[in-house]
């Protein structure tokens, strides 16, 4: 069992930046992948990036590389979203999830956070 709390949220101007956070209690950490999906009012929860459990392995669609970067510490049961460059388009909550298994497989994410809110308005 995995708990997982997002921060980090908030409203942020067009280019600007957010780093969100997600603190994992539970146990083993390291056993798990960890990604960070995002839903917008009205849309279908989209797929942001996600990181391996040794945390050498990142994935992003075209849309989001460059732009937002995914790590981990597994020493502080951390991960972190950073966002860069951002627009008004990824106004969205965002969830971090993690998954037993592979960090490319978006449906085996079986443990969800609560979700942050970001806003992008000027």
């Known amino acids: 069992q995995v708990q997982l709390v997002e921060s980090g949220g908030g409203l942020v101007q067009p280019g600007g930046s957010l780093r969100l956070s997600c603190v994992a209690s539970?146990?083993?950490?390291?056993?798990?992948?960890f990604g960070w999906f995002r839903q917008a009012p009205g849309k279908e929860r989209e797929f942001v990036t996600a990181?391996?459990?040794?945390?050498?392995?990142?994935v992003y669609p075209d849309s989001m590389k460059g732009r937002f970067t995914i790590s981990r510490d597994n020493a502080k049961n951390t991960v972190d979203l950073q966002m860069n460059s951002l627009m008004p388009e990824d106004t969205a909550v965002y969830y971090c999830?993690?998954?037993?298994?592979?960090?490319?497989?978006?449906?085996?994410?079986?443990?969800w956070g609560q979700g942050t809110q970001v806003t992008v308005s000027s």
């Open positions: 999830a993690a998954s037993p298994g592979s960090y490319l497989i978006t449906n085996a994410y079986t443990y």
């Open positions: 539970g146990r083993s950490f390291s056993n798990y992948a």
């Open positions: 990181i391996d459990q040794s945390g050498t392995s990142t």
